[in-house]
């Protein structure tokens, strides 16, 4: 918990069980006390996004935060992710295979698989799906290559491409109803407020402040959930979600910014919590194109200068990691080329990073702080968005400063609202920022994130490559990665040439891992995951809450 939490916790405390009564009344939600909400019920928040936004469509990731992430217990991928383990399970599709080149892909679907309306999931809807991400850019969130997508039978698909596409996030495609979305004049600003899934719950009331959902009667699965009905509750703040399960007023909460020690301490026989490796990398994003940090030698300096066990420790969330080796790909250690295996981060060095600066022509000015050959001041603006969510990322910024001030570097910090800064990070209308990235456990999706070829236009909207980083040898790597089998030859030394441009070019600067904390009550529901029973990510904001939902029951 942070020091402004302890200060506001008897506060927050009040405002939550006040909130949570006003849901009951304005809701038809059962009493809020633990022994009358009912044992089939479930109340969980997956974060703090505020007032709840009437938009269910599963294909944008705006619009699932604004209704609190819900989407996942409705609508289901292809393929489920460990995101621990960087695994995949089949789910929807029984099975799948590709073609030699890597650009035709036949998905096999599992028979039985019903719409929450009871009609049949066939091959029609997965190929109509992939068909709406072709048209409509906005919904191909993972920038699959499409080029058509066909059903050849009842219960299989064969979708083209464009280029060898064995590496992309096809799997993480969510099947939508084509007999509801063909009508659908606009699929990037359709709301969605009747949502039709294959999940294991569907819609059954909205409201700003809860969106409750029942048990589908039609789900398909043979480990069909034990609970009839579960409630996604909204927040404000992570101090008011707190307060609310130590008041007993929501059953799971999701936490970025508290240690769950804090909260299972008050009550360790009712509370418990588990901490999971989320596979999200937190990275500083430097401006590769324009300002100070367009010097390789200045994005050198600061990886140089950074502790990150410190920054992991400190601002970083609860069970947040340190990346530790120099290619920032700590979590596939297999895939690490020989030559960066025992290259590490350290502790930062602010001699080493100052002896970086000065061979590249820096020079110590008045102040204490370097200055360019050109003369001017390396002070470096780092802009992060002001937010309760991103407090940690706002604490980070205090201990760069200092650990960046020991190198001669002047960092100074410029906070703006979440939308600013997403426009601004996409823009490139920035010198210095923070973006967590990651978390679909896939290396090649990690990677071109950072390298994708050519870049964005300063001023134009980038999906990718916010750094606006330049390298044209990327795009054959990219490509060669693409287009071969994990594990082959030709996989290996392009991954390893990737390797070389990370270490050798700075495009970002790797600070570390974010872990996936839930915390619950244990004397309303017990099956959660644990460190000896890991089979899902422990929060609500991911497709596998349909794993937890399956496997909790109710207490006693």
Known sequence: MTVLSRIHKSAALLAGVALVAGLAACTGAHSTTASSHGPTTLRMAATATGPFTDQLNPFLQATMSAAGYSVSVMYEPLMMVDYANSTTTPWLAKKSSWNSSGTELTIDLHPGVKWSDGTPLTADDVAFTFGLMQKYKALNFNGLPLASATATDPTTVTVDFTRPAFQTLWYLTMPVQKKQWSTVADPVTFANTAPIGTGPYALKSFTPQAITYQKNPHYWRAASPKIDTVQYLSFDSESSMDAAIEGKQVDWIASSNTNPATITATSPKTLGSYTANLGVSIYLIPNDTTGPTADKAVRKAISQAIDRSAIAAASLGPGATPTKNVTGLDGSPSLIASKYKKQTFGNGSAATAKATLKAAGYK??????????????????????????????TRTATLLAGQLKAAGIKLETKTESVAAWRDDTAKGNFQLTMRASGGTGNVYDAVSRIVT???TPIGGSALLNWERYTNPAASGLLHSMSASQTGSAAYTKAIAGLQDLLVEDVPVIPLG???????????????????SSPYALPVASKPNVAQILATVSAAG
């Open 364 to 393: 110590a000015g008045s102040d204490g702080y370097l200055v360019s050959p050109q003369g001017a001041p390396l002070a470096i603006t780092l802009t992060v968005p002001a937010s309760a969510t991103y407090g940690d990322w």
């Open 453 to 455: 070829q050519p870049p």
């Open 513 to 531: 891992y974010a872990a996936a904390v839930g915390i619950w009550r244990t004397d309303t529901f017990t099956g959660w995951p644990s460190a």
